[in-house]
């Protein structure tokens, strides 16, 4: 796996938006997929969505299908999520990270990933 960088987070009003960024490098994306993860205090991590770069394979969980919206710049080597309609219960750490492409589905929540990095922190609140 290689280092990405995730950012973008920050404090919005329920039914607010914001777009998160994960930063890779031009080898991340050529042999790995992205998953978006989140955790909230108290609560497992828990697999958002996910891009696989070499096919046109996304994957969203049921909870954020049709209000999230995955996508790349590969000139920016970047894998954006944006967040519409956001809700209280979106709140927590959000994280980016490499993955193996078959986890890229309903099996994203079992990367049990090694390298967690420090994620962003989105707060919906009113």
């Known amino acids: 796996q290689e280092q990405v960088v995730e950012s973008g987070g920050g404090l919005v009003q329920p039914g607010g938006s914001l777009r998160l960024s994960c930063a890779a490098s031009?080898?991340?994306?050529?042999?790995?997929?992205i998953g978006w993860f989140r955790q909230a205090p108290g609560k497992e991590r828990e697999g958002v969505s996910c891009?696989?770069?070499?096919?046109?394979?996304?994957y969203y969980a049921e909870f954020v299908k049709g209000r999230f919206t995955i996508s790349r710049d590969n000139a920016e080597n970047t894998v954006f999520l944006q967040m519409n309609d956001l809700r209280p219960e979106d709140t927590g750490v959000y994280y980016c990270?490499?993955?193996?492409?078959?986890?890229?589905?309903?099996?994203?929540?079992?990367?049990?990933?090694?390298?967690w990095g420090q994620g962003t922190q989105v707060t919906v609140s009113s």
């Open positions: 990270m490499p993955i193996g492409t078959y986890y890229c589905s309903d099996q994203l929540s079992r990367w049990g990933g090694d390298a």
């Open positions: 031009a080898f991340t994306l050529d042999y790995w997929a």
């Open positions: 891009l696989v770069t070499d096919e046109d394979t996304i």
